[in-house]
């Protein structure tokens, strides 16, 4: 078992910056790939950045390319999401989540088939 907790959200003004932090516990050594995901009300949950853990691979989605990165501290078990420029859309409830074998369900919208989750951290951003 993998255990996942977020934190970091908040709120914050129309292109401030905020910086999420995922802890993994647990059963670590078994994670291919971790990432977050977002949801907003009424909205489909969708694949915002993954990594491959150990590797140099990462993924992201086409609305935060360039102002989103993701990074990890394998030292440390957490993984982070760097978030800048950030937009009134980029408001949502931010999950971590992981997988054990594939890093696709981030842009295949597969999220059901992750093994992992998080239990969600807040982002507002206002204008």
């Known amino acids: 078992q993998v255990q996942l907790v977020e934190s970091g959200g908040g709120s914050v003004q129309t292109g401030g910056s905020l910086r999420l932090s995922c802890q993994a516990s647990?059963?670590?050594?078994?994670?291919?790939?971790m990432g977050w995901f977002r949801q907003a009300p009424g909205s489909e949950r969708e694949g915002v950045a993954a990594?491959?853990?150990?590797?140099?691979?990462?993924y992201y989605g086409d609305s935060v390319k360039g102002r989103f990165t993701i990074s990890q501290d394998n030292a440390k078990n957490t993984l982070y999401l760097q978030m800048n420029s950030l937009k009134p859309e980029d408001t949502a409830m931010y999950y971590c989540?992981?997988?054990?074998?594939?890093?696709?369900?981030?842009?295949?919208?597969?999220?059901?088939?992750?093994?992992?989750w998080g239990q969600g951290t807040q982002v507002t951003v206002f204008s």
């Open positions: 989540a992981a997988d054990l074998a594939s890093c696709s369900p981030w842009w295949e919208g597969s999220w059901t088939d992750l093994h992992y």
């Open positions: 647990g059963y670590i050594v078994s994670t291919y790939c």
């Open positions: 990594a491959y853990i150990g590797g140099a691979g990462t």
